[in-house]
């Protein structure tokens, strides 16, 4: 069974920091590229990052540039998002999604597989 499971969410304070994991199973991700999504309460979901699964080339929403980085290892079949700085905006559900093949987007309906999400709430 094809499978993606987010985890490292939480509670942090603003300034503060989290590494959220995206593990594959049932599938190799060395031909998917990856994207981070996030839904915030009341919002739609939307892009956050994503990467390539060719070059490791990289993309990031205007709100996390600077502050979140998305990286690869594909001997662990997982896929990190690090966030620093965090804002009491970056409070939402991320969750991680799947598409075969070399191009990376944040359009959601690109992606064929995803993870439950988790929580990542921001607060002092």
């Known amino acids: 069974q094809l499978q993606l499971v987010e985890s490292g969410g939480g509670l942090v304070q603003p300034g503060g920091s989290l590494r959220l994991s995206c593990a594959a199973s049932?599938?190799?991700?060395?031909?998917?590229?990856i994207g981070w999504f996030r839904q915030a309460p009341g919002k739609e979901r939307e892009g956050v990052s994503c990467?390539?699964?060719?070059?490791?080339?990289?993309y990031y929403a205007d709100s996390v540039k600077g502050r979140f980085t998305i990286s690869r290892d594909n001997a662990k079949n997982t896929v990190y998002l690090q966030m620093n700085s965090l804002k009491f905006e970056d409070t939402a559900v991320y969750y991680c999604?799947?598409?075969?093949?070399?191009?990376?987007?944040?359009?959601?309906?690109?992606?064929?597989?995803w993870g439950q999400g988790t929580q990542v709430t921001v607060s002092s």
């Open positions: 999604a799947a598409r075969w093949g070399p191009i990376a987007t944040t359009r959601e309906r690109d992606y064929d597989y």
């Open positions: 049932g599938f190799t991700l060395d031909y998917y590229a």
């Open positions: 990467i390539s699964s060719s070059d490791g080339s990289t």
